[in-house]
């Protein structure tokens, strides 16, 4: 267990998501002489029944809080001390819940190994003085002065913990790393596709969680499939605008990825945020409560990343031009009510083109 024969693997997290990534990569570590068999995982440290949620994991190997029901190999070991958990590593998987993500990187400077690199699972943005977002891969790239790839796809956590089975899509423009990444991640049940659209594969993973809150909001006034499948549509349509307008280059086959269609189909029928969204619409509570009352301690990222794009949009006179991303932002903070959904929508930019395409993103996106 303590083998210091090949790179070694640190999970920064240790959520839902995090939990099952410990596993799968505890596991691939076991089989491949390139890395070293132990798996760092930091954990936010807290006391479940008297007891510290650390202690538990190395234990009784379960995170019995984030990830109940699910064993994780013995060679993952929680450590309560990121600096501790991370300074050996040669890879480092970011996945927390992405308000989080500056203290970490504040806390770690200047205390890992400057040859490591990361993979960021993290979907969320944050905010630019000025009016502007930043990616998340960026701040860790920034902060910590390694270079920082990207995992994102149609994975809703418990799913894949249940090992049944579906594609993700990592965004890596070094062929070399891209292959390495994938050997950490990829089993018989959790299929990965590495292409080099790295920003691309990220922001798809952010706004999908912005859509998935509409998708929750037409659950919770009963509005039905159709209602549904327009605003995955809409969404779909505004999240390929916003990479032609805010990240040219960007390649629309990266939309037909897991990180970009099936991610926004599954999210918006199977996630928290559309969960929760409906549950908003339904009870009249804020969608603080809600995320307490019914998600044990995850956290949401739908409500705060449309809160981060408005800050853009309105900075830039743009809210008209992306109206799901505006609309969800304000039914959020209570500016307007759910039921104002669909006409806020209703003469989206995308039904005023003659054949219904959005030509700016056919010329810009190229496959
Ligand atoms: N859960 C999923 O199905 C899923 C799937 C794919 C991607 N993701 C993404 O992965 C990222 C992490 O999600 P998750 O599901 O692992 O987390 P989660 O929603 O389960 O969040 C809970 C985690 O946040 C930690 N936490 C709470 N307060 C903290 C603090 N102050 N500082 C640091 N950590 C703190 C908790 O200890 C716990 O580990 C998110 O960006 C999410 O969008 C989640
Ligand atoms: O449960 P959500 O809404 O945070 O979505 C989870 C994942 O991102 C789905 O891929």
């Known amino acids: 267990m303590s083998s210091t024969k090949g790179k070694q693997v640190c999970i920064v997290g240790s959520g839902n998501w995090g939990s099952v990534i410990a596993k799968i990569v505890g596991h691939n570590v076991q089989k491949l002489d390139k890395f070293d ?10 006391i479940i029944n008297g007891k510290k949620l650390t202690e538990i994991i190395n234990e009784q190997h379960e995170n019995v809080k984030y990830l109940p029901g699910h064993k994780l190999p013995p060679n993952v070991e929680a450590i309560a001390d990121v600096v501790e958990a991370a300074k050996d590593a040669d890879i480092l998987v ?46 860790i790239n920034r902060h910590l002065k390694i270079p920082c790839h990207v995992l994102m796809g149609a994975n809703l956590a418990n799913e894949v913990a249940n090992e049944q089975f579906c594609e993700t899509t990592i965004g890596c423009r070094d062929r070399k790393i891209g292959s390495m990444l994938r050997d950490i991640i990829q089993t018989e049940y959790f ?8 920003d691309t594969v990220e922001i798809c993973g952010a706004l999908k969680n912005i859509v998935a809150c509409g998708a929750g909001f037409v659950d919770g006034l009963g509005l039905g499939d159709n209602t ?73 990222q739908g409500p705060i990343t449309a809160e981060e794009v408005n800050f853009m949009l309105k900075s830039k006179g743009m809210e008209e031009k992306f109206p799901i991303f ?40 190229k496959l």
């Open 37 to 46: 068999n132990r798996v760092t995982m930091y954990v936010y440290e807290e």
């Open 94 to 139: 970011f996945v927390l819940p992405h308000q989080f993500i500056k203290g970490i990187c504040s806390t770690l400077l200047g205390k890992i190994k400057p040859t490591a690199i990361a993979l960021s699972l993290i979907k969320g943005f944050d905010r630019l003085e000025g009016g502007g977002i930043e990616l998340i891969s960026h701040i």
């Open 191 to 198: 299929r990965v596709v590495v292409v080099d659209d790295e």
């Open 228 to 300: 549904k499948a327009a605003v995955i549509r809409l969404g779909l349509m505004e999240m390929i605008k916003f990479v032609d307008v805010f990240y040219p280059g960007g390649k629309l086959s990266t939309f037909f990825e897991s990180c970009g269609v099936a991610d926004l189909i599954t999210t918006c029928f199977g996630g928290r945020n559309r969960k929760c969204s409906e549950a908003f619409v339904k009870t009249g509570k804020s969608i603080k409560q809600l995320e307490d009352e019914l998600l044990n301690g995850q956290k949401l």
């Open 326 to 365: 505006t609309t969800v932002h304000k039914i959020c903070t209570g500016e307007l009510k759910p039921q104002e959904f669909i006409n806020c929508i209703r003469e989206h930019p995308e039904h005023m083109n003659f054949n219904g395409t959005n030509k700016e993103s056919r010329q810009q996106c």
